[in-house]
């Protein structure tokens, strides 16, 4: 049997698995992004990032490391569909998850040992769609965009405009480039962040999902802390809480626990190796179960022994950072101001710690390497104003280099009346006598 009798005969016997949301939500999702490509004048939109694809189609793998697409056409190019035509192109091996996750119009595979055949099977979808010719949009000559291929003045209007996200983590320069020497006629539009304007947003099913991953989370991070003392290793910490988070319902996750002890804290994503934790050090611990691929994130801090007055003034700064974050994080506020109220309060310590520079990130739906969704960031120099409903992992920690690091968090979620914490942090610094 043969990825495409496969696919055919799972189709038949088993059907479109549950989705964790019901049609309408996807509708949602889908019209957003129809709208958003009206508005750039795109006759279809290419999306090649995991997490993309299984927000907009439900598509669920653990396998993100191949190249896969989903092609999305305009309404006018779809025969009247609202949402347009939604086709998901996937290695032969993907074919199974594919028919039986993805709420799209049709599944292609394509073979997996032989990857560069992507590229020919997609110019025939794009043709056998009618895009070839197609105008996108009702400019006689539209702007270039960082990117665009085909073009030196600008796109003229009969000339179809396929978007791709450039800056995302999955597009592969070859398969690119490859659709642009074979469709020389068709303008390649750099369209990175167009599915993230949509998806920053969250839905209240989606803030359901990420309260669940929170208790999940919250519960890894409780068994690992109840192991702390000196002669433990980051190891057991680490084998620990992630059989709870496991136990507790969590799925494959989209970034491993992480655990540091002692000057090993004060280095910025190192993690668990075999090392054992000695008297007075710093435990940190940061960890984010996956629920139906949410994650909601948390970082914690105990002492294996009795913190030290440098110590607990380091985590009163945090706390003030953190106060100073979420009473501005109401819509209408910029992520520069919150920042800008962030710098103030840790000015104290600007100068001997070490600090990544970002506030906060945006996190939903994501698979591995990483539960950033990059969607959006609390930083200075960023003017894009909180929206009820965005969600933010507020990585709060401070580094002396060579000495130790203390780091604490929540995820937090934007409302009218500042940030609203999903998982249930103390921010406090407790040292554990074993």
Not at 7 to 33: H, K, M, N, S
Not at 335 to 361: C, I, K, N, Q, T
Request: charged share 20%.
């Amino acid at each position: 049997m043969d990825f495409n009798r496969y696919r055919d005969v799972l189709a038949e016997r088993v059907g479109r698995l549950a989705l964790p949301f019901d049609d309408d939500e996807y509708t949602r999702r889908r019209q957003g992004v129809a709208d958003a490509m009206a508005e750039a004048g795109l006759a279809a939109l290419l999306v090649t990032d995991a997490a993309d694809i299984c927000y907009l189609t439900g598509y669920n793998t653990f396998e993100v490391s191949v190249h896969t697409a989903l092609l999305l056409t305009a309404p006018e190019a779809a025969e009247g569909r609202p949402q347009g035509r939604a086709v998901l192109q996937v290695p032969s091996i993907e074919t199974g998850p594919a028919v039986t996750t993805a709420r799209v119009d049709e599944v292609f595979g394509y073979r997996w040992e032989a990857a560069n055949g992507a590229i020919d099977q997609m110019v025939g979808i794009i043709s056998d769609l009618g895009l070839i010719g197609a105008g996108g949009g009702g400019r006689d000559v539209a702007p270039i965009w960082p990117g665009d291929v085909g073009a030196s003045a600008g796109v003229a209007r009969n000339t179809p405009r396929i978007g791709t996200d450039n800056w995302g983590p999955a597009l592969r320069c070859g398969f690119r480039d490859g659709l642009a020497t074979a469709l020389p006629g068709v303008a390649l539009i750099d369209a990175s962040g167009l599915v993230d304007g949509v998806k920053i947003v969250k839905s209240e099913p989606e803030i359901a999902l990420l309260r669940e991953s929170a208790r999940i989370t919250e519960t890894g991070i409780a068994a690992a802390e109840s192991l702390i003392a000196p002669g433990v290793t980051d190891q057991q910490l680490a084998a620990t809480g992630s059989a709870a988070m496991l136990a507790a319902g969590g799925e494959f996750m989209s970034l491993q626990p992480i655990v540091t002890a002692g000057w090993r804290s004060s280095v910025i994503h190192c993690n668990h190796q075999r090392h054992t934790v000695a008297e007075g050090d710093p435990v940190f611990l940061e960890f984010g179960a996956a629920w139906h691929r949410y994650t909601a994130p948390m970082m914690r801090t105990r002492i294996a022994g009795t913190p030290s007055d440098e110590m607990r003034r380091t985590a009163g700064v945090i706390r003030d950072i953190y106060e100073a974050l979420t009473a501005n994080m109401r819509p209408g506020v910029t992520m520069d101001a919150a920042a800008a109220a962030a710098d103030a309060a840790l000015a104290p310590m600007a100068e001997r710690a070490f600090f990544s520079g970002v506030y906060g990130y945006t996190v939903g739906i994501q698979f591995p390497p990483s539960w950033v969704e990059a969607s959006g960031y609390i930083a200075r120099g960023v003017e894009r104003e909180f929206t009820d409903n965005m969600v933010f992992h507020l990585p709060l920690m401070l580094r002396l280099p060579g000495e130790w690091g203390i780091g604490m968090s929540n995820t937090v979620r934007v409302t009218a009346d500042g940030g609203e914490a999903l998982t249930n942090n103390d921010l406090a610094l407790m040292g554990v006598t074993g």
